[in-house]
């Protein structure tokens, strides 16, 4: 843990000066030991719906009425990138101490400064929601829900309308962020199928799950540091990136680790069933991405998304299936350690619990 500790601190500092830096130094990847398998952390049950959480929480009168419709209207005027990094951003959030804000809080050695987090997007579209609220409603309305609630306003603009779901809210913002805990939380580019579906499962979420939300990897950017193990392109292996597109990233990065490339370059502001084309055709830039194709169970359910697959009537509707089950995944993923009353505060800001 000190070590983790010791090499995130480092990789930041990096960072923050030269502009680059190694995802994989935090995760202490590549191993010392190539023979040793990446720890494989335990399953948790599925998940349900989190006590206290519901739809419309904030309409009632003695809450906040309108309190959705101030966050959409700070959404709706953010780029695609912003708005890509806050569907990101939900993700990061919920997976580290569950959908509690803890990811906002700024301070040393919390979640945003450890490596995996240091090119999150969002934070000031979040401040923004939420100063408009404080002078709505003051003290009611939760920065956990506010990026729950910017997840689901962004992926509905960037799909065009075809996701658009109910968030159930209520949560109560976390007091505890700690950089060390990303590392183990978060699933990293370079893990295999196994890892990844692990690291799922230690959240609730199932494999199907997983290859359904991976799917927001059509949209977004990610900085070279993220794929060094994928250049070059390993040979004969089946799940080695394609050729043409390892050479224009192999040119493109040699400028730096730190220079960004889309992760979906046919429709990379579209939030849509493209990313699994791409997994298909080995246009990917993750190793965890490619991997979906080494079960015969993920690589169906990617031929499906892909719109690759019939069914009996001879329809292809895997891609119209794929937005239903990204909003599904989504909500579920929203049940993550939801803090209590007890447990959580609702923060005056988000970026710093509030003083006692």
């Not at 540091?225 to 990233?249: H, I, V, Y």
């Not at 040699?254 to 889309?262: D, E, L, M, Q, R």
């Not at 993923?333 to 939801?338: A, L």
């Amino acid at each position: 843990m000190a070590k983790l500790a010791i090499l995130a601190v480092l990789a930041s500092l990096l960072g923050a000066v030269s502009g680059e830096f190694s995802i994989y130094a935090g995760y202490g990847f590549p191993p010392p030991n190539p023979s040793v398998p990446y720890p494989l952390p335990p399953a948790c049950p599925p998940l349900s719906p989190a006590p206290g959480l519901k739809v419309g929480y904030y309409a009632d009168k003695d809450k906040c009425p309108g309190a959705e419709e101030i966050v959409r209207e700070v959404v709706e005027k953010a780029t695609a990138g912003e708005k890509a990094g806050l569907i990101r951003l939900f993700f990061h959030d919920c997976f580290v101490e569950g959908c509690d804000g803890s990811v906002l809080l700024s301070g040393t050695d919390t979640e945003r400064t450890a490596v995996p987090n240091l090119s999150l997007r969002g934070f000031e579209l979040i401040e923004e929601a939420k100063a408009k609220l404080e002078k709505h409603c003051p003290g009611i309305v939760s920065c956990a829900d506010i990026v729950a609630f910017a997840g689901r306003d962004a992926s509905y603009s960037l799909s065009y309308g075809r996701i658009n779901y109910r968030v159930p809210a209520g949560r109560y913002d976390g007091k505890v962020s700690r950089a060390n805990d990303t590392f183990q939380n978060l699933p990293p580019p370079f893990g295999d199928l196994a890892l990844t579906t692990a690291m799922f499962a230690a959240k609730g979420l199932n494999q199907n799950e997983m290859v359904v939300l991976s799917g927001a990897h059509s949209i977004g950017r990610s900085a070279c540091s993220s794929f060094p193990d994928r250049l070059p392109p390993a040979a004969n292996s089946s799940t080695a990136m394609e050729p043409k597109l390892a050479g224009q990233l192999t040119a493109t990065c040699s400028a730096g680790s730190s220079v960004n490339v889309p992760q979906d370059a046919v429709t990379p502001d579209r939030l849509d069933n493209q990313y699994y084309k791409n997994v298909m055709s080995r246009d990917v830039l993750f190793n965890s991405d490619a991997s979906l194709t080494t079960s015969s169970q993920t690589e169906d359910l990617v031929e499906f998304y892909a719109g690759n697959r019939q069914f009996l009537s001879g329809k292809f509707l895997g891609p119209i299936v794929w937005y239903h089950d990204f909003e599904d995944a989504m909500v579920k993923m929203g049940y993550i350690g939801v803090k209590t009353s007890a447990e959580g505060e609702i923060r005056k800001t988000c970026a710093f619990i509030n003083k006692t």
